[in-house]
């Protein structure tokens, strides 16, 4: 005897539609944003994946933050910079359920007009990065191959190029990554946060090529930086110097100090001013392919943006006097600070066996460069130059 089973009664799903997603607007179809405004005439790809996806309660959220710290301030406060833009000090509205998102008195849109002019998101980040480090690992090899390290005096390279590795180790992991998260709008933590990851590699090339080093020449001591970096006196006003540039508060300040400052006058003088003259005519080639993606990546990227986000607050329709002044006073701060650490530097232009241009002449093209940041800027030269 066969039985039928029974069908049990088990509660059936019923799909419906979700009224907000269901609802058909006249853009439903459209394949391009629209909560923002774009920079030019046509919204481009990189403003498509940036602008606003980072939600703002000074567009957006009427509810406010959806997170805050233990003091009750949420998200992104705009006091963590001393600096201002259009509508930072309108007063914040009262919000609610249902007060809804649009039309306030307080958008501060001065900060949500920042566009990297290098686009930087995801997708360009590793393919940039990982383009650099494939051409520095192909000339690494390359050189291992025709065993071009037998050739020169390592000494140079494993102190001072070595100790590099420090400062940009700290400025891209305790400045630069500090300040991306305290910037105010998803445009600026992508520059910025960039801007640490070119720090960090860099730092992780100089490394990698100390431990090849190691392999390959007898008696390479990978860990002479070290020393360099603790005790060596030419080294001790940029240790000191790196060192305040990662204590800053302010996020703009550091990225001013960092960029603007630091770069042009400690930076590109020791990369370009030592370091690229030097070691070719030392017989080697190699040191100069690593230490030059480095110095693209400030020259052409990172100072790039600088610019770019400096610009707007120079010339800001409500803050520009406030701004610029502030400005004045970071500039009056830091140039004498770094142009003393790359004073302190000038014995290592007489190590290398055969000499690279005077240190003078190179401090001197290192200041015309950073006068020339300052005219982009709008901003005068501060007399702390001529020290």
């Known amino acids: 005897m066969t039985t039928v089973p029974q069908e049990r009664s088990v509660p059936k799903p019923v799909f419906t539609d979700a009224e907000a997603g269901a609802k058909q607007f006249p853009d439903s179809g459209a394949r391009r944003f629209n909560y923002y405004l774009p920079q030019k005439r046509k919204q481009t790809h990189y403003e498509d994946v940036t602008v606003e996806v980072?939600?703002?309660?000074?567009?957006?959220?009427?509810?406010?933050?959806?997170?805050?710290?233990?003091?009750?301030?949420?998200?992104?406060?705009?006091?963590?910079?001393?600096?201002?833009?259009?509508?930072?000090?309108?007063?914040?509205?009262?919000?609610?359920?249902?007060?809804?998102?649009?039309?306030?008195?307080?958008?501060?849109?001065?900060?949500?007009?920042?566009?990297?002019?290098?686009?930087?998101?995801?997708?360009?980040?590793?393919?940039?990065?990982?383009?650099?480090?494939?051409?520095?690992?192909?000339?690494?090899?390359?050189?291992?191959?025709?065993?071009?390290?037998?050739?020169?005096?390592?000494?140079?390279?494993?102190?001072?190029?070595?100790?590099?590795m420090h400062v940009d180790h700290g400025l891209g992991l305790y400045l630069f990554a500090n300040a991306n998260r305290r910037a105010p709008t998803n445009m600026h933590n992508n520059a910025i946060s960039v801007n640490s990851m070119h720090r960090i590699r860099a730092a992780q090339d100089l490394a990698l090529y100390s431990l090849t080093l190691s392999e390959e020449i007898p008696g390479f001591d990978g860990s002479a930086h070290l020393e360099t970096w603790n005790t060596d006196p030419a080294w001790q006003g940029v240790r000191d110097t790196a060192e305040a540039l990662t204590a800053i508060d302010d996020w703009c300040e550091a990225v001013l100090a960092a960029n603007v400052v630091f770069e042009p006058l400690v930076g590109e003088l020791f990369r370009s001013g030592l370091v690229q003259h030097a070691a070719p005519r030392n017989g080697d080639f190699v040191t100069p392919t690593i230490v030059g993606a480095e110095e693209y990546d400030f020259s052409e990227r990172d100072l790039r943006y600088t610019v770019a986000m400096f610009q707007l607050?120079?010339?800001?329709?409500?803050?520009?006097?406030?701004?610029?002044?502030?400005?004045?006073?970071?500039?009056?701060?830091?140039?004498?600070?770094?142009?003393?650490?790359?004073?302190?530097?000038?014995?290592?232009?007489?190590?290398?066996?055969?000499?690279?241009?005077?240190?003078?002449?190179?401090?001197?093209?290192?200041?015309?460069?950073?006068?020339?940041?300052?005219?982009?800027?709008?901003?005068?030269?501060?007399?702390?130059?001529?020290?």
């Open 54 to 164: 980072q939600p703002d309660p000074r567009h957006y959220l009427a509810q406010g933050w959806l997170y805050g710290f233990a003091d009750g301030r949420g998200g992104y406060p705009l006091d963590w910079t001393a600096l201002k833009a259009w509508g930072s000090d309108r007063p914040e509205p009262q919000r609610g359920p249902g007060s809804g998102g649009r039309g306030y008195d307080w958008p501060a849109h001065g900060w949500h007009e920042f566009r990297d002019p290098n686009e930087e998101w995801e997708f360009s980040l590793y393919r940039y990065n990982s383009n650099v480090v494939r051409q520095v690992t192909q000339n690494v090899e390359a050189a291992r191959r025709a065993k071009a390290f037998e050739q020169w005096n390592p000494n140079f390279v494993e102190r001072h190029v070595g100790a590099w």
């Open 313 to 387: 607050l120079t010339n800001d329709r409500e803050f520009a006097e406030h701004n610029r002044g502030l400005i004045g006073q970071w500039l009056a701060n830091w140039v004498p600070r770094c142009i003393a650490a790359a004073r302190a530097l000038q014995p290592l232009w007489s190590q290398p066996d055969a000499k690279p241009p005077r240190f003078e002449d190179a401090l001197d093209r290192a200041k015309s460069r950073f006068a020339g940041i300052l005219t982009d800027l709008g901003l005068p030269t501060p007399k702390e130059l001529a020290q």
